[in-house]
């Protein structure tokens, strides 16, 4: 029996990431999805949205199908 996975190759929040310090963020996705470590990759609110910024993955755990996040923000577009 297989186990369905999800290969991702930005982070889109949809506003449910949780900031633990200045620039860590956590996000807790359904399903078990696969990210790349330790690499710079995009941020963005929806998949079809602006480019929020750019972050490192440091950790993903999977447990009771769902995915956890956790990323360091390395840079953060804005419009000011």
Same mark, same amino acid.
């Given at each position: 029996m297989?186990?369905p996975?999800e290969l991702?190759?930005?982070i889109?929040t949809?506003?449910? =990431?949780?900031?633990?310090e =200045?620039?860590?963020?956590?996000?807790?996705k359904e399903?078990f999805?696969l990210? *790349?470590?330790? !690499? *710079? !990759?995009?941020?963005?609110?929806?998949i079809d949205?602006?480019? !929020?910024g750019v /972050?490192?993955i440091?950790?993903?755990?999977w447990e009771?199908?769902?995915?956890?996040v956790?990323?360091?923000?390395i /840079?953060?577009?804005?419009?000011n």
């Amino acid at each position: 029996m297989g186990m369905p996975l999800e290969l991702n190759t930005m982070i889109v929040t949809k506003g449910k =990431e949780t900031r633990l310090e =200045e620039n860590l963020f956590t996000l807790v996705k359904e399903g078990f999805r696969l990210y *790349p470590l330790e !690499i *710079p !990759i995009e941020v963005k609110r929806t998949i079809d949205g602006d480019l !929020i910024g750019v /972050a490192k993955i440091k950790k993903v755990e999977w447990e009771h199908n769902q995915t956890t996040v956790h990323y360091q923000l390395i /840079a953060l577009n804005s419009t000011n």
